[in-house]
């Protein structure tokens, strides 16, 4: 790349920017922080189906909300959707997302239900 | 070169250059493809699931134990994949290689766990043929697995090809890509054990 002056098959050298070493010390306590919300949220999830103390009716929903909450976690913190300038790639994999969720309740319709 | 003791490092390698910002893009465009095809996947196995043909059914093969250990690893193989990017952007290349190394030994006893988990199924008589159960369990869960065996190989594809280039302005976005990979991962499992095993255990 011209602008930079760098031959992009060159080994890279030299520290980061003092600002990029402060947000990647900030990103990294947010990750460590998720991080430790997911495995709760997963523990949960598997205490509330391996106990017989909460009704089956309620711990489906239930583990299925867990479930997106750690997914949305997964994607906006690991995996940096909440960066700026990432809008076309919330637009992809959100587009995603809304074409799944039909495919998803008329698959379940069509097998599970009318069996044609 | 000169001036290269001088120089810092960009703050976002992966996207310093245009192909890295346009490998971010297509990814994430592929990702999308995959929700889709996870998500036909899944609407078939829950269209199925009920479907035992005189085999066994979840409730008599699944065990939380097992799952959970699996869970466990690929979360925390999902986070040695975090602090792999984090020493890539602090220019630290070693720390780099050895947290995807990490991940690819995590993500392999992942994939052991299943290939295990598997055997003991069709042991206790779950063949895929043996229901429409089985084959909804067999692709949507084998088709998870077979993502992990593919992105332990191209971790480790990445590893060897650039294990002593050092850090370069080329290898950046593919390791990036490759993680965010590794995260899609992760993000399908969780539906997995909520959906398939979770609910096949509480009804």
């Not at chain 2, 889709?36 to 134990?65: E, V």
């Not at chain 2, 990490?102 to 206790?124: K, M, N, Q, R, S």
């Amino acid at each position: 790349m011209a602008q930079h002056g760098i031959d992009p098959t060159a080994p890279l050298t030299g520290e980061p920017t003092k600002k990029t070493k402060r947000k990647l010390a900030k990103e990294l306590r947010t990750q460590l922080i998720s991080f430790t919300f997911m495995i709760f949220l997963t523990t949960i999830a598997f205490i509330s189906i391996a106990s017989d103390a909460i009704p089956t009716g309620f711990a489906i929903p239930f583990i299925l909300l867990l479930a997106c909450i750690q997914v949305v976690l997964q994607l906006y913190v690991f995996m940096h959707l909440n960066e700026r300038g990432n809008g076309w790639q919330n637009a992809m994999i959100w587009t995603g997302v809304l074409i799944a969720i039909p495919t998803v309740a008329s698959l379940m319709l069509l097998l599970g239900i009318v069996k044609f | 070169m000169a001036d290269q003791h001088v120089q810092t490092l960009p703050p976002n390698l992966e996207k310093a250059t245009l192909e890295g910002k346009n490998k971010y893009l297509g990814f994430w465009l592929f990702l999308g493809g995959e929700t889709i095809l996870f998500a036909s996947l899944f609407g078939t196995y829950l269209g199925l699931r009920g479907s035992l043909n005189g085999g066994p059914g979840p409730s008599d093969l699944f065990h939380l134990p097992l799952v959970f250990i699996m869970t466990m690893i690929l979360l925390t193989s999902s986070l040695t994949s975090v602090f792999a990017i984090i020493s890539m952007k602090k220019g630290n290349y070693k720390g780099l290689l050895t947290w995807m190394t990490v991940t690819v030994l995590l993500g392999a006893a992942f994939l052991g766990f299943e290939i295990y988990e598997f055997v003991e199924y069709v042991e206790h008589d779950l063949g895929f043929t043996t229901s429409a159960f089985g084959s909804a369990f067999y692709t949507l869960v084998g088709t998870h697995g077979a993502h992990v065996a593919f992105g332990i190989a191209w971790i480790t594809t990445l590893i060897i090809r650039y294990r002593k280039s050092g850090l370069t302005l080329t290898n950046a976005p593919k390791f990036y890509v490759a993680v965010l990979y590794w995260h899609f991962i992760d993000v399908v499992w969780v539906f997995i054990f909520s959906v398939v095993y979770l609910m096949g255990i509480g009804g």
